[in-house]
């Protein structure tokens, strides 16, 4: 079925009324959640290994994965500029729990060079609630952007295919594409099921996938994937410690941007930045300070009620960014740039409109439905900090890697600097600035027991859409296991 001219027109419509539908929006309604939650005052101790019923695990003869695996295969995606038709990509539905449906979507491309050299890179989007299609493939470091007539597709020159196989997964089901048949199950999210699920999906993905089995494997995300990475590498590395090789994972490491780690740091983080780069004033400081105790849990909703609504038309994301305006016929427009972009703020919308056009979503296999960028979650469990997580990883010998774009007020970079001082690290690499070619590309600090920080300059919350050039030196600095390049000059 072909979309006609007035089926667009809706389609952009509605981009419009889902424009609040972003991974800032889903984090800021989550945080204010917890308000009422039963956990919101836990600080959990790892969850390691996996709960989730065995008979998730599917058993397929050697054809019946062959056949799956090419049935999966996109051949092209409508839009697709014609120097990249040989792109190995794939989409399709990976079943997570057989009794109720659950089945999460995944889409894969392998490497543009010498793929079965390269490592295995999955990618999470956060939210809670947000689709890493969307984001992570349609915006950040996917092989297409999508561009602003919403129907064709240009190439992204920083594309992490460059250095990996990268593997998007939206999670946990409810997210974009994926799905359970048992629909009260979109009421029961939380952390530890959607660790359990992105587990059981790599160990079936791995079967239809058999030539990725033994292959270094990372695991990478941003935002509140500060939640997914951690407690996802957790659940394998148990996993791996209590199991045969036979379906031990060969992980190797995580990296994570913007990451939401601990809710009071993050607090805290939030209004010292805010304050810090004028966004509040210091009577706001005082008063946040003084009534919202950012030195316990549970006030995270005192500093939300008290910070929201002051910033006017600033992007959060992006406190020197633009923000995308709707004009009088649906049309999208740019307020005034405070600083030169190449990123276009108001991709968010041209992705809707592409991953709801029905040949596309034939093209990647997926369900006929309307897709969204985020969609909200009735969230069950939370830990309020990932540090017991983190020492049990850096404990394994795991590295961990850790960057911020140093313009994101959402999950700042002094938020994540006040949660890693909470680890009790000792400095191995001092605060040094890394390069992208000759130009500073951020600073990079490194820790005992493996651990990396690293801010990118001029870079918002989803650091590669603001700085790809920037975003892909670090993830291959990350993959080589060696700290980004330093300034030979200096």
């Known amino acids: 079925m072909r979309n006609t001219p007035l089926g667009l027109l809706l389609l952009v419509c509605v981009a419009a009324l889902h424009a609040d539908a972003s991974q800032e929006a889903q984090l800021r309604r989550f945080i204010r959640s917890r308000r009422s939650s039963s956990n919101a005052n836990n600080i959990d101790e790892p969850k390691v290994g996996i709960t989730t019923t065995t008979s998730s695990l599917r058993e397929y003869s050697v054809h019946d994965l062959a056949n799956l695996k090419a049935a999966d295969k996109i051949h092209v995606l409508p839009g697709q500029p014609s120097g990249t038709i040989g792109l190995n990509q794939y989409g399709g539905y990976v079943s997570v729990h057989e009794k109720n449906g659950r089945a999460l979507f995944y889409y894969f491309v392998e490497a543009a060079s010498d ?17 890493s299609l969307g984001y992570g493939a349609m915006m950040e470091m996917g092989p297409f952007r999508v561009n602003k007539d919403k ?100 992980l190797r490491g995580i990296l994570v941007g913007n990451p939401y780690l601990d809710a009071n740091m993050n607090d805290k983080g939030k209004v010292d930045y805010q304050w810090g780069h ?34 006017a038309n600033i992007d959060p994301y992006d406190v020197y960014e633009p923000v995308c305006m709707e004009g009088p016929t649906e ?79 959402v999950c700042p970079f002094i938020a994540t600097s006040y949660t890693i001082k ?10 040094r600035p890394w390069m992208v070619k000759d130009e500073t590309g951020g600073f990079v600090q490194g820790y005992t027991g493996g651990l990396v920080f690293a801010t990118v300059r001029a870079a918002g919350h989803a650091v590669p859409s603001y700085q790809p050039e920037a975003a892909l030196v670090l993830v291959s600095s990350f993959l080589n296991g060696t700290l980004p390049p330093r300034d030979e000059g200096a």
């Open 115 to 131: 793929a079965a050299a390269k490592p295995l890179l999955l990618w999470l989007n956060g939210g809670p609630g947000c689709s």
């Open 331 to 409: 049309t999208q427009y740019h307020s005034r740039y405070i600083l030169p972009r190449s990123y276009d703020i108001c991709s968010d919308r041209y992705i809707f409109v592409y991953l709801n056009d029905p040949r596309v979503q034939k093209a990647l296999h997926a369900r006929s439905q309307e897709w969204q960028l985020c969609s909200s979650l009735n969230w069950m469990d939370a830990p309020v900090s990932m540090v017991p997580t983190l020492k049990w990883l850096i404990e394994h010998h795991l590295p961990v890697w850790l960057y911020s774009g140093d313009f994101d007020s």
């Open 278 to 311: 004028g966004l509040i004033s210091n009577e706001a400081w005082a008063n946040i300070t003084e009534n919202c105790h950012l030195d316990k849990p549970g006030y995270t909703a005192c500093v939300e009620d008290m910070i929201y609504g002051t910033h």
């Open 422 to 431: 909470d680890l009790g690290l000792d400095v191995t690499e001092q605060w």
């Open 151 to 250: 129907r064709t597709l240009s190439e992204n020159p920083h594309a992490w295919t460059k250095v990996a196989n990268v593997l998007f997964l939206e999670s946990p089901v409810g997210v974009g594409f994926s799905y359970s048949n048992t629909t009260s199950e979109y009421d029961l999210s939380g952390d530890k099921r959607t660790a359990d699920d992105a587990f059981v999906f790599l160990l079936n993905w791995l079967k239809r996938f058999p030539e990725y089995k033994g292959r270094p494997f990372y695991i990478s995300g941003e935002s509140y994937a500060g939640h997914y990475v951690p407690q996802l590498a957790a659940t394998i590395l148990g996993h791996n410690l209590k199991s045969s090789t036979r379906t031990s994972i060969n």
